[in-house]
Every structure is written in structure tokens, then in C-alpha cells.
């Protein structure tokens, strides 16, 4: 719902993707801990992996779709809760259940994506696309060692491993990165809106926020609206183009690419390596 209310510019859809976030978050979720199943009022079980991988990319879209930093802030918490339930430091794994599940002769672990992706996979991605996002380098180190022991299963049989191979085409990228600002109290997104969305770009990362709010982000550090006006500023690896104010300049982007934010250089080339 939320990547369909961006794309089809349908704020109903967002608000469906609002509400079902928010019913999750409450009514599954007892003591800070996910739960996975919910019938007549009660939710029940220990979440899984899953569950929390699945859930914190979906926060990520909505985000998007809200510019609302507590989704983003949410799916981080959950994120940080996923590696601290399911990660194993020694064997640089993901379990299907948590540290604190009822104790299985054989702990699950399931590696194949078939009509829903595994828990794994998605939990790669999710890192990845939470490293763009925060700019933290711990979260993109865990998921490339979570990715490379599948990489002779990818090869071998594609089929079985398709979120798999869409993370690792994340990873390898480019990933687009794109950076809203406006005039705070003031509207005309709509167009730049509709560039950014309106087109399929997997490997995408979209922040927004006014100009002067401390979102806290460094893809929206040093960025200011443009003779007034909602600019767009297309990066890769936080080093970014000219902005962009026209939708079809944004369809377009101009060269040579702006002085990107303080330190960011550093950081692309601490990522890269």
C-alpha cells in the first residue's frame, strides 16, 4: 500500500499503509517484542524472523511514502531487535527463531525464497537499504557477510533464490539515492513527487524532510531548497548531482555533481572497500 500510494499518487493507499503499520505496532507487539499471529482480539507466538524483517522493510516504505521519521526510526528499532533475536556473531548466520523461542532439537534456519521470500534474504536487504538510510556502515558489513555464503547457491539455482539475488544486486548497485527539501509550510512536490515514484527503480533510497528540520539524516545534510522552490538532489554514495527544482530537469539530472556533505567522501570510500 505504501509503495502503491507513492506511485499512483493515491493518499488513500498511504493511509491504508499508515493504519496497518500502526495496528501492528500495537496490537502485535507486547513487551517490545513482535508477535505473529492475531485472532480475535489476542496476538499470539513469538515473531520470527520473518516477521521482523518483513516489517522493518515495510516501515521503510512507509517512511517514503510519509516523510514521517518515526516509521524510519521504528524499522531501525526493529532492525536492531532482528540482529540482537536472530543473528548468530560466530557462525555470521540468521535463525528462523529467536534467542529467546522454545528450545527445538534443530534450530530453523530456511535459505530458499519461494512464493514469500525467507526471512534471511529479506533481513539482507533490509540492512542494506537501512545502511543508505542511517549511514551507518555496521548494518551494510552484516548483511554482505549474511550474503556472501549464498553466493554458489545463487549461482547454481537462481530460481530458488530470487530475494536473494535482488539484494545482492543492491549491494552491488548503483543505488539511486534522492533527497526531497521544501520550503517548510509550503507545497509543490507533487511534480518532483511523481518523477521520483512514477518510475521503477528497485534500488532506490528516498529521505525528504522542510529545509532547517533535523532529520538527523547525512543524505539530507547541507541540502536547502533552491531559489525557494522543492529541489531534488540525486546521489550515489552521498556524493550528489546539481539539484534538480523542474520535474523534467529531475528526468534529466545535470553534471558535474554538486560538493557533496561534510565527510561523505570519507565514508563512500570506508563503504567501498
Known sequence: FAEAGRALGRPDY????????????????????????????EAKLLGYLEDYSMVADALLSVYEATFDLKWLDVARGLANDMLRLFWDKEREIFFDTGVDHERLVVRPRNLFDNAVPCGSSVAVE???RLAVFTGEEAYERLAVQALRPMTDLMGRYPSGFGRWLSALDFHLGPVVEVALVWPAGADGL???LREVFGRYLPNRVVVGAPEGTRAALPLLESRSVVGGKPAAYVCRRYVCQAPATD????????R????????ANARAKRVAR
Open 14 to 41: 498511504t493511509h491504508a499503509a499508515v493504519k496497518n503499520a500502526e495496528f501492528v505496532l500495537t496490537a502485535m507487539r507486547k513487551d517490545g517484542r513482535l508477535l505473529r499471529s492475531w485472532k480475535d482480539g
Open 126 to 128: 533490509l540492512l542494506l
Open 256 to 263: 558535474p555533481p554538486a560538493s557533496p556533505p561534510p565527510n
Open 190 to 192: 507533487n511534480g518532483l
Open 247 to 254: 520535474p523534467e530537469l529531475l528526468a534529466h539530472p545535470v
